[in-house]
């Protein structure tokens, strides 16, 4: 069980802060290679608020936040697996209430991966 109530995991950061570790990161895992072949990287997953919203409230109140899982596919593709978080911090992994018993909605992915769709002029990314 995690020593951080869910209700309270999470800390702000400053902009500056976060631009410093984005750009890092992406410094030391470059989307080409020294010989200029591509890499597979991913310096970000974009979800929409809605899709995130609607994910959430599949179990109304029992979900307390969300914790994000990194991922590979087997085709070695990075992703991120998103599931909802209980108030004790243990993940939801039973469908919602009402949901078909073999619908596969405990979790969430296919978000816009960056590098290949990133934000315009973001100071979190390198120039």
């Not at 209700?7 to 976060?18: D, R």
């Not at 080409?32 to 929409?48: C, H, I, L, M, N």
């Not at 899982?69 to 085709?75: F, H, L, N, P």
């Amino acid at each position: 069980m995690p020593t951080n109530p869910i209700v309270t995991a999470g800390q702000k950061i400053s902009l500056k802060e976060a631009a410093k570790w984005t750009k890092k990161y992406q410094k030391d895992h470059p989307a080409k290679a020294e010989d200029g072949t591509t890499q597979d990287v991913t310096w970000a997953t974009a979800f929409s608020r809605q899709y995130l919203e609607d994910f959430m409230a599949q179990w109304g109140d029992e979900c307390k936040g969300l914790r994000i899982y990194q991922a590979t596919e087997d085709s070695g593709t990075r992703r991120v697996v998103l599931v909802a978080v209980d108030i004790n911090g243990n993940d939801i992994v039973t469908p919602p209430p009402g949901a078909d018993q073999t619908d596969d909605y405990v979790v969430l992915d296919q978000g816009n991966q960056c590098p290949n769709e990133c934000g315009v002029n973001s100071p979190l990314m390198l120039p």
